[in-house]
Nanobody, 121 residues
């Protein structure tokens, strides 16, 4: 019943910018946090950024100063503004939503299907 839908991926040259969007289903009050992860070819999925219901943010060291995560509560949508993109940013980017659950103290994670970002000249 929970659905996360990413959009905005594509091909961009090094130094360029992209803005990813993720629309989340369900009540905004049921979501503890929204975030972004990525998986490059041949590598494990890694954390990129997250934002809590209170608006606090956290970033991976590799993207600090270049990426910005934001949230529109009215639209149940989280964004990832990516600037100064590098070839090593090439990956499938996944939207993550952590939802409250009465039987799971840490909540329950749901994932989007991913959107491909390719940084190449």
């Amino acid at each position: 019943q929970v659905q996360l839908v990413e959009s905005g991926g594509g091909l961009v040259q090094p130094g360029g910018s992209l803005r990813l969007s993720c629309a989340a289903s369900g009540s905004i009050y049921s979501i503890n946090a929204l975030g972004w992860y990525r998986q490059a070819p041949g590598k494990q999925r890694e954390f990129v950024a997250r934002i809590t219901g209170g608006g606090s943010t956290n970033y991976a060291d590799s993207v600090k100063g270049r990426f910005t995560i934001s949230r529109n509560n009215a639209k149940n949508t989280v964004y990832l503004q990516m600037n100064s993109l590098k070839p090593e940013d090439t990956a499938v980017y996944y939207c993550n939503g952590n939802y409250y659950d009465d039987y799971k103290p840490d909540g329950v994670d749901y994932w989007g299907k991913g959107t491909l970002v390719t940084v190449s000249s």
